[in-house]
Nanobody, 123 residues
Framework: QVQLVESGGGLVQAGGSLRLSCEPS????????MGWFRQAPGKEREFVAASRWNDGSTSYADSVMGRFTISRDSAKNVAYLQMNSLKPEDTAVYYC????????????????WGRGTQVTVSS
C-alpha cells in the first residue's frame, strides 16, 4: 500500500507561482506513475499532469500546458508540481495520485490518493 502526502498549497495572487510536493511512502521505482488532479467546488475532479518515474515521460492537461511543470527528485523520493502564471480558475484542491505503468488522464485509473492541498488564486 502506497500512501501519498501533499504539501505546498496556499493563497497566491494571479500571476504568481506555487510548488506542490507529493511524498510517497516507501521507495518509488520503475514504471510508477505520479499524477496531479484538482477539484474545484461544484466541479468534477480533473486531470492536471502526470509523469512516469523511470523515464520521466509526462502528460499535461491543455489548460495548464506551458504554465505547470511536473517533475521528480529520485534521490529525495518526491514529486513536484511547479505552477507558474496562476489564474483564478486554477483555484481548487489539488490531489496527488499514483498508479503503475501507463500515464492516463482518468482519475478512476489511479490506485493511490493523497488527501489534497488547497490552492487559492486571488484576482
Amino acid at each position: 500500500q502506497v500512501q501519498l502526502v501533499e504539501s505546498g498549497g496556499g493563497l497566491v495572487q494571479a500571476g504568481g507561482s506555487l510548488r506542490l510536493s507529493c511524498e510517497p511512502s516507501g521507495r518509488i521505482y520503475g514504471s510508477f506513475v505520479m499524477g496531479w488532479f484538482r477539484q474545484a467546488p461544484g466541479k468534477e475532479r480533473e486531470f492536471v499532469a502526470a509523469s512516469r518515474w523511470n523515464d520521466g515521460s509526462t502528460s499535461y492537461a491543455d489548460s495548464v500546458m506551458g504554465r505547470f511543470t511536473i517533475s521528480r527528485d529520485s534521490a529525495k523520493n518526491v514529486a513536484y508540481l511547479q505552477m507558474n502564471s496562476l489564474k483564478p480558475e486554477d483555484t481548487a484542491v489539488y490531489y496527488c495520485a499514483a498508479k503503475w505503468r501507463t500515464i492516463v488522464a482518468v482519475a478512476s485509473a489511479y490506485d493511490y490518493w493523497g488527501r489534497g492541498t488547497q490552492v487559492t488564486v486571488s484576482s
